[in-house]
């Protein structure tokens, strides 16, 4: 190998010999100006700040509470409320009232009345007091009975609990249909408070809880804090169970019952972290990193990513949060 390099070299030599011996060169080595192209980056900075993990879901003002009514017992509806406003204490249905419940009531009275008198008159005329208890016990027992009884008559019929909007159960409730006992009569929107809500469709949101702090945005109108109060199970079947969040705002927010409202669950916040622009990230498989300009040069330099959002990425290590960032 190192004789074929002189050889080379050897013919190099003796053919610049040979150009020199015969006419001038036209073109002189001083002519000749090779001038390197300057690169130019486009550069952000790293920072340290603070970043966070948030789920966000679409608001909008309801009232998320609401009382469900069932028949207690069964029977022939007679009668079934029509409008869609209620108020407590309200008749919402009535059931026909059976001719042998009915019967009974009436047969049970006139025992009870019975006992009634006899406890009376045996008390009066001085009788002996075993025989008076007896008596007494006797009646409180008839009575006990006709009081069953008509609490029987007393559950055909059916009273709204709060006031709201209601919605009857369109499955068999209808006014002539024969209903059952712990069958499904209505539901009662409490109308007495209105709360902002976000509904989120199958399973609830992870480490969001009670006390938890949102953050309410609806377009220039407003930006302001809020706090989960309650979280309610929806059950409207595979495609529509979920969870729906009712928020608490302060009493001074301001928002419009129409358009779209943004909320967004703070799920935790770290400061005073290492964050990059997503423009300056780079990945390929499973290796992060990216380019940093030192001293006019671009480096690649390993990184390890955390949580990130919509703008940021957590640098976790890497770097310390005063790099220049190439972006392009």
Do not use: W
């Not at 001293?295 to 949580?307: M, R």
Request: hydrophobic letters at 35%; charged letters at 25%.
């Amino acid at each position: 190998m190192k004789r074929f390099l002189c050889s080379v070299l050897c013919v190099a030599l003796c053919f610049t010999l040979s150009s020199c011996g015969g006419s001038e060169s036209s073109v002189n080595s001083e002519d000749v100006v090779i001038e390197a192209k300057e690169i130019t980056y486009n550069t952000v900075s790293a920072q340290i700040g603070s970043i966070g993990t948030a789920y966000h879901a679409e608001g909008s003002f309801g009232y998320p509470y609401s009382e469900r009514v069932f028949f207690n017992q069964s029977g022939i509806i007679a009668k079934l409320y029509a409008d869609d406003e209620i108020e407590e204490g309200e008749l919402i249905c009535e059931l026909l009232v059976d001719d042998e419940l009915q019967d009974q009531i009436e047969d049970q009275k006139v025992i009870m009345d019975a006992a009634e008198e006899t406890y009376k008159s045996l008390k009066k005329s001085g009788a002996g007091k075993n025989e008076i208890e007896k008596a007494e016990i006797n009646y409180e027992l008839e009575k006990l009975k006709y009081d069953k009884l008509n609490k029987s008559k007393e559950n055909t019929k059916i009273y709204a609990p709060c006031s709201g909007r209601i919605k009857i159960s369109q499955e068999g409730v209808a006014a002539g249909q024969r209903v059952y006992s712990g069958q499904y009569l209505c539901e009662i929107s409490d109308k007495s408070k209105t709360y902002l809500t976000a509904f989120v469709f199958g399973d609830p949101l992870a480490n969001v809880n009670f006390g938890s702090k949102v953050r309410v945005v609806q377009g220039k109108i407003a930006d302001i804090d809020g706090k989960v109060i309650d979280i309610i199970k929806r059950d409207g079947g595979v495609d529509f169970s979920g969870y729906l969040y009712v928020i608490e705002l302060p009493d001074t927010a301001q928002l419009m019952d129409f358009g779209t409202i943004d909320v967004f669950f703070d799920v935790y916040t770290k400061d005073n972290v290492v964050l990059i622009p997503k423009a300056a990230h780079r990945q390929v498989g499973l290796r992060e990193y990216v380019n940093v300009l030192i001293d006019g040069a671009k480096v690649e330099i390993d990184i390890e990513t955390g949580i990130s959002d919509n703008s940021y990425f957590e640098v976790v290590s890497g770097l310390d949060g005063d790099e220049e960032l190439i972006v392009n």
